[in-house]
């Protein structure tokens, strides 16, 4: 290894000494890995301590680890001796930039530094959101720049991310779950994770809950990423599976979150929720396309309701309506409200069950739901028929 290389190496593990460590990157990559491309490295507190995030990042994934420090520089040092041509080292104090050429003479320049102040890697910074922006995570999942401020293309996920915290904080107190010291959670259709961390996150470090939280995601890329941002972050309770709503034991999941769910998959999480007796199920229905086809509209609403927009708006009015009431029927006290706008869907409401310890006479709700459904010609509910099969599947033990 050259000269050059080991001075950039050292002053990569003195910044990080004298803490004037910023980041630092690592490209160019000619080694036998015919999918590696880049690597990033960021200095991140975890429950372990201070740790070097690393993030490898390939053609069609990113994979990340943290280590230790003194393990942080030996992963560098190695790295240009497997095939990384070049390296960019951020410090408070100055840049560095080294270049290997192809007969491995490498050149070593320095420049004025790029960032004049430390970047927090904590959470002792004043808040004045249920969410601190010097979190990793938000860093690591796009939220945050560098900096930890966030992203302009990213202020509608961050309002909702914090408004989602708020809300979820905000039921559980106005539930049996009140003053748990323990939960167990379960985040359906997990996606990247936003606001999966940002729950963990919360009700873990800030309130000193004893969580176990899984997000379930069907795209194991995400759940692999995700997987990695937990453990860099030390969340030891927060966990990623690859699977789907129907092939997910949620056994003993005291909350069950589905966000999104597209179609009748809100519906197989209602369902899963109940089946497992969750004490808060929250969701946020979107694509309401199993009721619409059904409708026949009664008389008096014939000319009303042949306009498209409108027969969208009751569908979905009735696909909510009938799932809320199906709660009721099941024990639960159901709440529908409109969240907050989200990224990329106009649909904002939110539907949440809460268990309650004595439903008392829930048969009024079942001929209810039987006038509604006569009412407007709908023939069949998924949520009703995945609750009336299992109710089937029961009386035959």
Same mark, same amino acid.
């Given at each position: 290894m050259s000269q050059n290389v080991d001075r950039f190496v050292e002053k990569f593990a003195e910044s990080i000494a004298s803490e004037t460590f910023i980041k630092a990157t690592l490209g160019n990559y000619k080694g036998s890995d015919p999918h590696l491309q880049k690597i990033n490295l960021r200095l991140i507190t975890t429950k372990k301590g201070p740790r070097i995030y690393v993030l490898y990042k390939y053609d069609t994934r990113?994979?990340?680890?943290?280590?230790?420090h003194a393990q942080g520089v030996d992963i560098v040092r190695g790295m240009f001796a497997d095939g990384?041509?070049?390296?960019?080292l951020f410090t408070t104090e100055c840049d560095l930039q080294l270049d290997i050429g192809k007969k491995g003479n490498a050149r070593l320049n320095t420049s004025k530094p790029s960032f004049s102040n430390k970047i927090s890697t904590d959470h002792n910074r004043e808040k004045t959101t249920l969410i601190d922006t010097a979190a990793f995570y938000l860093k690591a999942l796009g939220i945050t720049d560098d900096n930890g401020r966030i992203r302009d293309?990213?202020?509608?996920?961050?309002?909702?991310i914090n408004k989602f915290v708020e809300t979820v904080v905000s039921l559980i107190e106005r539930s049996r !779950?009140?003053?748990s010291k323990t939960l167990r959670i379960v985040d359906m259709g997990s996606g990247k994770g936003y606001l999966t961390f940002a729950l963990y996150d919360h009700l873990s470090n800030e309130r000193g809950i004893d969580v176990k939280m899984t997000g379930v995601e069907a795209r194991s890329e995400l759940v692999q990423i995700a997987n990695d941002v937990a453990a860099a972050c030390g969340f030891d309770g927060l966990s990623f599976n690859c699977g789907t709503i129907d092939s997910f034991d949620a056994s003993g999941a005291n909350i069950l979150i589905a966000l999104h769910a597209c179609n009748t998959a809100t519906d197989d999480a209602l369902f899963k929720g109940i089946s497992v007796g969750s004490d808060l199920i929250i969701a946020a229905p979107c694509c309401h396309q199993e009721i619409r086809p059904q409708i026949e509209p009664p008389a008096m609403m014939k000319d009303i309701l042949k306009h498209g927009v409108m027969l969208e708006r009751v569908a979905e009015t009735m696909t909510d309506g009938l799932r809320a009431l199906l709660l009721e029927r099941e024990g639960y006290a159901s709440k529908l409200f409109e969240f907050i706008s989200v990224e990329h869907t106009p649909k904002n409401n939110? !539907?949440?069950g809460t268990r309650l310890d004595r439903p008392g006479d829930t048969s009024r709700f079942a001929d209810e739901i039987a006038e509604i459904k006569s009412f407007y010609g709908i023939g069949h509910c998924h949520l009703e028929e995945l609750l009336k099969k299992n109710a089937e599947t029961a009386t035959a033990k």
């Open positions: 990113d994979t990340a680890k943290n280590y230790d990384f041509k070049s390296g960019h293309k990213s202020q509608d996920k961050w309002r909702q !779950l009140k003053g939110m !539907l949440v």
